[in-house]
């Protein structure tokens, strides 16, 4: 259950989630792999030089790189992971965040307009970056999100539902 499960008010319903698309994590696990390259160079220079002299600061710089890249690619996870971004019959919700947390939290009834950027590689790939403004001049930016069109039409659908509920 996530943290936005958690936030829930009574009788809110969690009816789409999506959250960072997998083109994220191409930077930190690429350093990863170059980190992985050092190492293995590192490592089979010591190899090497094995007999021929002092290895440690090569076996040393091996293990630096080895921990670098498991880094590396853990930080790249943990940002993905670390991001929910829900729509529920009431509100849209962001979170962001381990340690330090970012929320955003709009009622669809205060959201005036949605909109979807994509580029030629977003529109290929599957993300984009979704503005959600709302009355009184808010604007939250949703960046390098997965399906972002399928967002934004279950955003609009909720508003609609919303505005076509009879009131009493």
């Known amino acids: ?28 696990f690429a350093a990863a792999a170059l980190l992985g390259v050092g190492a293995i160079v590192s490592l089979g220079a010591a190899a090497v030089r094995r007999g021929t002299g002092d290895i ?9 790189c080895i921990v670098a890249a498991f880094v590396a690619a853990i930080v790249g996870q943990v940002r993905r ?20 947390r970012r929320t955003v939290e709009l009622m669809l009834s205060k959201v005036e307009s949605i909109g ?19 009355t009184g001049g808010t604007h939250e930016l949703f960046e390098r999100i ?17 505005q076509s509920t009879p009131r009493g």
């Not at 259950?1 to 930190?28: I, N, Q």
């Not at 992971?81 to 330090?100: A, D, H, Q, Y």
């Not at 997965?146 to 539902?161: C, G, N």
């Open 1 to 28: 259950m996530g943290y936005l499960d958690r936030t829930l008010a009574s009788g809110e319903v969690v009816l789409y989630r999506t959250r960072l698309h997998w083109t994220v994590l191409f930077w930190p």
């Open 56 to 64: 440690r600061p090569l076996l040393i710089l091996g293990a630096a």
């Open 81 to 100: 992971s670390s991001t929910e971004m829900v729509v529920t019959n009431r509100r849209v919700l962001m979170k962001t965040g381990i340690f330090g």
């Open 116 to 134: 979807v950027d994509q580029g030629a590689l977003g529109r290929m790939a599957g993300y984009g970056r979704v503005v959600v403004r709302g």
């Open 146 to 162: 997965a399906s972002p069109l399928e967002f934004r039409r279950q955003v609009q659908e909720q508003i609609d539902k919303l």
